[in-house]
Each structure stands twice: as C-alpha cells, then as structure tokens.
C-alpha cells in the first residue's frame, strides 16, 4: 500500500508562549489534516509563522512592538511564504519513504503535478534529493538520487494522481481547522492569518468555507 501525506518539518518550540503548543523533537514530520489536535494544530502554524519571522529590506511595513504583532509580522508581510517540508510517499509493503528534502516546502507540492502532466520529472529538494519520474503509466520514486543504489517507489500512474487529490483534501481540511483556531487564538489577525496560511501552502483562498 502507498501512503502519501502532506508533512511539515517541525522544530521544538523551546521557550514558545504566544498560545499552546506541543512539544517536537526537531527535523521530524508533522503530517497535516483536519484530524490535529489543538497542541498539534498550534505548533504547525508556530512552525509556519516562524519560518517566515525574518528582517528583509524590503518595503513591508514597520515591525509592531507588541510580541504578538511582532511574531505574525514576516506571515502576513512576506509575498513568498515558506512552509518547510512538502509530499512524504511510504511503500508500507516494502517499508520504503520518500522524504522531501532540505529546502524544499509544501508551496511546492504542484510541482508534483509536473510528474502527471508536464515534463514528466520532478525533485524536491537535497541531502536527500528525492525524484519522482513517469515512465508510461508508471511513476518511479527515487528516495536519493545522489545513490546509485537508492531505493525506489514504483506506483501507477493514476494511483498518484488520486494520492495527490486525497493530499490536498488533506492540506484543505488543515487549513479550515486553522481558520476555526485563529478565530478562537488570533480573534484580531484571524482572518489575515487564514489567508497567509492559504498562500503557504499554496491553496486557493476558497478552501475556506
């Protein structure tokens, strides 16, 4: 069997107290669905918002000075949002993963679409450089391709169009349990949070009901 899910790189959120968050060992996998709880739920959009929380010299407005403001400020100020992470593919036959790799994010996993109906390749990162090609029907997984002798995932081709379907199904029901915790967390930054969160994980607006 093949699982494919939505997976955010997590980091320990040492010393965090904005709103409750669970404890993660750092560089392990959050997947991401409407099933999280609160804990969960609150540390990914930590993640999130964290990931963005850098000084540029751009034009964005001015930092606010109060925490709150001044933590959200690279999540709703930054254009080109990062969520850290992206596709994680298990063959639970043969205990294979494919995990993305470093750099790469989940406002990429389109790319995975390039596999069915563009160019037919995509890669998702380094350290490892996992690959994924179509050959015909078939779509082969590659976990490194650095290594000669890297393990693979072989699937069908409509098989990963349905697991890229049933994925962001996942990243939608994600985003709507979001929305609902800003409303109850965020009450001020609620809807501009949901919407920078849309925008991370490269999803229309819409998702929202």
């Known amino acids: 069997m093949i699982v494919l899910q939505p997976v955010l790189e997590m980091c320990s959120p040492d010393g965090f107290a904005l709103w409750p968050v669970a404890e993660f060992e750092p560089y392990g996998f959050l997947p991401l669905s409407g099933a999280l709880g609160p804990a969960d739920l609150g540390t990914a959009i930590m993640r999130i918002a964290d990931c963005n929380n850098t000084e540029t010299d751009d034009d964005r407005p001015p930092r606010p000075a109060d925490p709150l403001g001044s ?15 992206g596709l994680r593919v298990t063959d639970t036959t043969t205990g294979t993963t494919l995990l993305p790799g470093c750099c790469n994010g989940l406002e990429e996993w389109r790319d995975w679409l390039e596999v069915l109906d563009g160019d037919g390749w995509a890669s998702f990162g380094h350290d490892p450089s996992p690959l994924a090609e179509r050959f015909g029907d078939t779509v082969r997984l590659t976990v490194d391709a650095e290594q000669d002798d890297s393990p693979v ?22 985003l709507q349990l979001a929305a609902d915790w ?25 998702s929202v009901c």
């Open 71 to 85: 933590f959200l400020h690279g999540l709703l100020t930054t254009h080109d949002l990062f969520a850290p992470g």
């Open 153 to 174: 995932i072989e699937l069908p081709l409509s098989e990963l169009r349905r697991l890229l379907a049933a994925a962001e199904r996942d990243m939608a029901d994600f």
């Open 182 to 206: 800003a409303a109850q967390h965020l009450p001020d930054h609620a809807a501009s949070v949901t919407a920078a969160l849309a925008h991370a994980l490269n999803l229309p607006a819409s």
